[in-house]
């Protein structure tokens, strides 16, 4: 028998504890129909699997194929903003289905190959140092504003070519952005000016690039449109995608990483006893049990039966990475971080086709920056009585703030 379950999913307690929530469905009703939402809720670790890899059954074009009016509702006079701003969206890689898809990730995918990405880590190692001296200095931070943000950002960016004074600007641009995808009110017009800035920022650097090429990522996503690969649509579409992604995921695993040590300081003694050796274990282990993306959307292209229900031609189903990381059916006592656990077949960055392009830099800097706190810091506190809060998004598992102390 199924629980009364409140289908508000920007619900405060929801927001603040996605995995009973989605926990629930996940043991009551594994695939749900969300009445609010419109859409289907899909939590099992096998099934949002399956779902990933049948591209075939379920598009990720659903900003172009979406059909379902905003949710929260917005008022009458955003409604065609609502609609210019999801068609911005839609030129993305992300929302691509092959083989348009497979195309579009062949321009990016040698830039991120695990060679490639290498040359990075001595900046990355470097950046560390330099903002893990900056905090020692002041005997506390804030993790997410003075070191879990400004390091994948500051990367993202060298990569882009984009310049140093610039890249506060991105970041305010792609809160406004991310903060869109809340149930605030205002949120479309929101979105809407951090897309249209973004694109407005982005548009000369593209023409100077187009003049000008330089070997930085830019460079490879405008070479596209000379080469006919990408419209310009497109490289605008990911160049923000680039931008955005490229340093949101890190941030997220560095502050829900470090969090998830304070509350089980016995793991942080596993990582300090060999910080080399754990961390590439405590990385993953950070990534299921508080992934930095919630949840991925995709569209049924026709009928489907799945779990003993059928999603219809056309219905958009949400599966949730927090859920499927913690199934039971896959993962041993799943509510407890242990970064012992090996092998972790989390999926905090998909599975199938549309595995996230940006694993191996994501996974570079968490790697690096475990190592970097384990050998520095005896002991991690939090520096606050408050309780922390978290973005109010159903995409995104992002703190606002997480101010510490050390030993």
């Not at 006079?77 to 289905?97: M, N, T, W, Y």
């Not at 348009?100 to 040359?119: A, I, Q, T, W």
């Not at 330089?214 to 995608?241: F, H, P």
């Not at 829900?256 to 089980?264: D, E, K, R, S």
Request: hydrophobic share 40%.
């Amino acid at each position: 028998m199924v629980t009364a379950i409140n289908d508000n999913m920007f619900a405060p307690e929801v927001i603040a504890d996605p995995y009973t929530y989605y926990g629930q469905l996940r043991e009551e009703d594994p695939i749900h129909w969300n009445e609010l939402f419109r859409q289907w809720v899909i939590t099992r670790h096998d099934d949002l699997v399956w779902i990933a890899r049948h591209n075939e059954l379920f598009s990720s074009a659903v900003l172009a194929k979406d059909t379902r009016e905003a949710f929260p509702p917005i008022d009458e006079e955003d409604v065609e903003l609502f609609r210019h701003v999801r068609a911005l969206g839609s030129h993305s890689i992300i929302q691509q289905d092959r083989p348009e898809h497979v195309d579009m990730r062949m321009v990016l995918h040698g830039y991120f190959n695990p060679k490639s990405m290498e040359k990075w880590r001595p900046m990355i190692q470097s950046a560390i140092k330099f903002l893990l001296d900056q905090a020692e200095e002041k005997g506390e931070m804030d993790v997410m504003q003075d070191f879990a943000t400004p390091l994948p950002l500051l990367v993202i960016a060298s990569m882009m070519g984009v310049p140093e004074e610039d890249r506060p600007y991105i970041r305010d641009l792609s809160k406004k952005i991310l903060l869109g995808g809340a149930a605030s009110a205002g949120r479309t017009k929101l979105q809407a000016q951090g897309n249209i800035e973004m694109r407005e920022y982005l548009d000369p650097l593209i023409e100077e690039r187009l003049a000008n090429p330089t070997d930085d990522l830019l460079s490879i996503v405008v070479n596209a449109e000379k080469t006919g690969q990408y419209t310009r649509d497109q490289v605008l579409g990911n160049a923000v995608l680039l931008l955005i992604a490229g340093h949101e995921t890190t941030l997220n695993l560095v502050c829900n990483g470090t969090l998830a040590f304070i509350n089980n300081p016995e793991q942080w003694e596993l990582l300090r006893a060999d910080p080399a050796g754990m961390a590439r274990k405590a990385m993953e282990e950070s990534l299921r049990y508080d992934p930095p993306v919630k949840g991925i959307q995709r569209i049924a292209t026709e009928d489907v039966e799945i779990g003993g229900k059928v999603i219809r031609e056309g219905e958009v189903t949400r599966w949730m990475i927090s859920s499927a990381n913690r199934d039971p059916r896959v993962f041993d006592d799943p509510d407890t971080f242990d970064i012992n656990r090996w092998p972790n077949r989390h999926v905090a960055f998909g599975s199938g086709t549309h595995h996230c392009l940006g694993v191996n830099l994501a996974k570079m800097e968490g790697l690096e920056v475990f190592k970097a706190l384990g050998e520095r810091f005896e002991s991690l506190h939090l520096n606050t009585n408050e309780d922390l809060e978290y973005w109010p998004t159903i995409g995104f598992r992002s703190l606002f703030t997480l101010p510490i102390t050390w030993n």
